[in-house]
């Protein structure tokens, strides 16, 4: 199955690029172009990865990161307009997991998507190592001591 991307980005043509270069990876892609569709299509499609813009109409990128992080813990890539420190420091105080800084280069983005991708794999995998699901319905139908 392949992995689902949420992008949020109010830019056309960098919406274009974006998801171009993403479905061309194999993923599964969706896009959206202001906040608060940001939050419903979250909200409906799980996504492993949200590669979230900051300056956007409706509601900005970091209440939507502010938002979905007290709902979900799927990874956030945040897209800063400028190199600004405040951004990248408020941006990961609201929760988002790293950030590239406009103009980025899609080999950059393409590195760093794969790279919360697998941390996302990885840290899905250990949790089933150390409480693996247990279906209640064969838990409680066991009686043995
Ligand atoms: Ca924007």
């Given at each position: 199955m392949?992995?689902n991307?949420?992008?949020?980005?109010?830019?056309?043509?960098?919406?274009?690029?974006?998801?171009?270069?993403?479905?061309?990876?194999?993923?599964t892609?969706e896009?959206?172009?202001?906040?608060?569709?940001?939050?419903?299509?979250?909200?409906?499609?799980r996504p492993?990865?949200?590669?979230?813009d900051?300056?956007?109409?409706?509601?900005?990128?970091?209440?939507?990161a502010?938002?979905?992080?007290?709902e979900?813990?799927?990874?956030?890539?945040?897209?800063?307009?400028?190199?600004?420190?405040?951004?990248?420091?408020?941006?990961l105080e609201?929760?988002?997991?790293?950030?590239?800084?406009k103009?980025?280069?899609?080999?950059?983005?393409?590195?760093?998507?794969k790279?919360q991708?697998?941390?996302?794999?990885?840290?899905?995998e250990?949790?089933?190592r150390?409480?693996?699901?247990?279906?209640a319905m064969?838990?409680?139908?066991?009686?043995?001591?």
């Amino acid at each position: 199955m392949s992995e689902n991307i949420l992008i949020v980005e109010d830019e056309l043509s960098l919406q274009e690029t974006l998801a171009y270069s993403l479905k061309k990876e194999g993923y599964t892609v969706e896009i959206v172009g202001d906040g608060r569709s940001a939050l419903e299509a979250a909200r409906r499609m799980r996504p492993d990865l949200i590669v979230l813009d900051i300056m956007l109409p409706e509601m900005d990128g970091f209440e939507v990161a502010r938002i979905l992080r007290k709902e979900m813990t799927t990874s956030i890539l945040m897209l800063t307009a400028r190199d600004d420190e405040i951004d990248r420091v408020v941006g990961l105080e609201v929760g988002a997991d790293d950030y590239l800084t406009k103009p980025f280069s899609m080999r950059e983005l393409m590195a760093r998507v794969k790279a919360q991708l697998r941390r996302t794999r990885l840290l899905r995998e250990e949790m089933g190592r150390v409480c693996p699901p247990q279906p209640a319905m064969k838990r409680s139908s066991l009686t043995i001591s």
